[in-house]
């Protein structure tokens, strides 16, 4: 196979024609003034969607993170949150440095954390030694989990510990369409049981860039005010919201197909005799462990020399992520190829 599969990210996509016409076709303002009417669109059309009042277009997920917490937060409180969590792995310690804020961290399974390990973290009010609780912070789905994700159930028990110790509750919903095609809640409900919500339409959305906030319309204010400080006012950026909304329209239904093409990873991947052990696949993120007869640089050289890019995850471990880049095609020769592999070995 000639074309190059890429299973790094599911950040890796690129705009279809249809998406790139949508987005040469956008009627667009200055968004720093409030004017441009496709970014105020694809905001309100986020917002509705998940329940919530207001929405505020940002360049990235980061920055959607990023945002939430400071305006959640004061210096010298602290988020809850897994330790797994990509605003406390993944985003260059910017809780510490965007808003003097500390974290507690939550060992969880796969990255999520139970109403009874959240309320445990909490800090009692009345010692002045402890950092103030402010925030709870959830991953769904959960990158570093493997993909696992959080049911409706399950986020409105942590809710309802954030409400009884009046703690604000934020979503870093970088994959949340992935948690919502897997677990069947409806978005709309999120908006009874977040104070803020991120959501990512450049990952498995096949947006080229662009993260929406989500919170009430005070919430969005702020978070308008704190985008400007850190030098996210874009001005023109209908052209790029033109994609979110292209993404949202036609790239959420399609999404089951790469969770069905990732179970099957998972599939080909637990009878391969150079793994391990895989984390349950849930959505369309697999990660997996190699045993002692592969090592994982060595297993990303031999997949890189057909053709085929994966990300290396720690010592032995290998991430897959699939997307809408992937085609049916890509994705039988890929299964093929992770069978070969065990033959080589056999044969060697
Ligand atoms: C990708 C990702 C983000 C945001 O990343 P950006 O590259 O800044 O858009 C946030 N949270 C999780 C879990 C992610 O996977």
Known sequence: MTQKIDLRSDTVTKPTPEMLQAMFAAPVGDDVYGEDPTVNALEQKTAAMFGMEAGLFCPSGTMTNQIAI???TAPLTEVICDVTAHIHQYEGGGIAFNSAASTALVHGERGKMTPRQVEAS?????NIHFPETRLVALENSCNKGGGSFYTLEEIAAISEVCKRHRLALHLDGARVFNALAASGDAAQDYGLYFDSISVCLSK???APVGSVLL????FIKRARRVRKVLGGGMRQAGYL???GIYALDNHVARLQEDHRRAKELEQALLQASYVESVLPVETNIVIFKLNESMADAAFVQALAAQNILASSFGPQMIRFVTHLDLTEEMHQHLLQVLQALNQEQVEA
């Open 70 to 72: 400071k305006v959640h």
């Open 122 to 126: 909490i800090r009692p009010l009345d």
């Open 204 to 206: 498995g959305l096949g």
């Open 215 to 218: 919170g009430s319309k005070e």
């Open 241 to 243: 919201a033109a994609a």
